[in-house]
């Protein structure tokens, strides 16, 4: 046999002609092979087990779980603690590696701008836009603001006058929805009454005691009580009305009000990773966005699907954070 310094022109051409079909399977095999976990993948939370960031953590797990979407285990790990840094600092010390995931929401925004965390939205890999939370204004049922005219009309006459509870913290969807209804009353903002409890359980009871005016709050949280009688829903921070039981409560948009606030979750993942790591979890995702349980999940508690990934996912955050940082300068309340 000769070898390929030995053979003339036409030769090597002939041996190159056979064995370039080999390089071509070999190459295409290499591109071929794509990520999966191969270890326990980890969800990551920056609130304790019960909140909202958890409750959708856990429902992926479930699902996951039950239908193998992802074969891996799936863990929830919480690290509530110093606005979501503690989360965020651990993401931040796994990078490049797809096994760990986290769930935030636009507080990931607020907390940073505030300072109450270092760590930026753009410092992480955005996988996906899941779903947005319906935000309402709720009063108690004994209140004299009937409806969200009757809110608009006093906050016209006195704009310091009405009290908000707002939720958790300072900076949340709930509190710039607030401020942003008090804004076209022609308040300034910074002066409003926004009340913070430790839970939305305290703000309920604030509310219905008729300890605190209004309450922006969770759709699907309100629900429960105006059904019980106890609180009555005016309006909705929403681009369009909200299904079941909400379809008879106007936007503050048909109102002529722009107030107008996502409430979303999201899943992003470490710095630096790979295309194929993300692929592999947008993949994951859209199939649970179309399994029945999420679907019924979603409808329950009044959450509308925003599934966005890629460059319009990273346009949707680009824009919010935007709006935030805009509304936080106004209220004061930016680092």
Known sequence: MRYLGQMGPAGRKLLFWFLSPLFIVLASGAVAAEWKPEKNVEFVVGTGAGGALDRTARLLQRIWKNTGIVPATTLVVNKPGGGQSMALGYLDQNARDGHYLLITSGIIFSNHLTGKSPHSYTNFTPVAILFSEGTVFAVSSGSTIRNANDLITRLRKDPYGPSFAV?????????????????????????????????????????????????????????????????????????????????????????????????????????????????????????TEKNSEWQEELSRNLMVSTFYHGLEAKKFLDSDFTNTKLMLTELGMTK
């Open 167 to 287: 939720g958790s913290t300072l900076g949340s969807a709930t509190h710039i929805a607030s401020a942003l209804v008090g804004k076209a009353a022609g308040a300034d903002i910074k002066r409003m009454k926004a009340v913070v409890f430790n839970s939305s359980g305290e703000s309920v009871t604030a509310v219905m005691g008729g300890h605190v005016d209004v309450m922006a709050t969770a759709a699907q949280l309100a629900v429960q009580h105006s059904q019980t009688g106890k609180l009555r829903i005016v309006a909705s921070a929403s681009s369009e009305r909200l299904p079941g039981a909400l379809s008879v409560v106007p936007t503050w948009k048909e109102l002529g009000v722009d107030a107008i606030v996502s409430n979303w979750r999201s899943v992003f993942g470490p710095r630096d990773m790979s295309p194929d790591q993300v692929s592999y979890w947008v993949n994951a995702l859209q199939k």
